[in-house]
C-alpha cells in the first residue's frame, strides 16, 4: 500500500463485506425471534436491541 488512502480503501472493502454478512444474520434472528413465555416488553426490548445494531 502507498499511502493513506490505499489503507482507508482496503479497511472500507474488508469490514463492508463483515458488515453484510453481520446483517444477513440480524435479519435472521429478528425473522427467528418468538416472544415464548416473555412478556411484551421482554420481547420488544429483545427485538430493539437487534434492531439497533
Do not use: C, G, P
Amino acid at each position: 500500500m502507498e499511502n493513506a488512502i490505499d489503507v482507508w480503501n482496503d479497511l472500507k472493502e474488508r469490514f463492508s463485506q463483515a458488515d453484510l454478512v453481520r446483517i444477513a444474520e440480524l435479519q435472521q434472528e429478528i425473522h427467528a425471534l418468538k416472544q415464548d413465555s416473555r412478556t411484551v416488553t421482554e420481547f420488544y426490548s429483545d427485538l430493539k436491541l437487534l434492531w439497533e445494531e
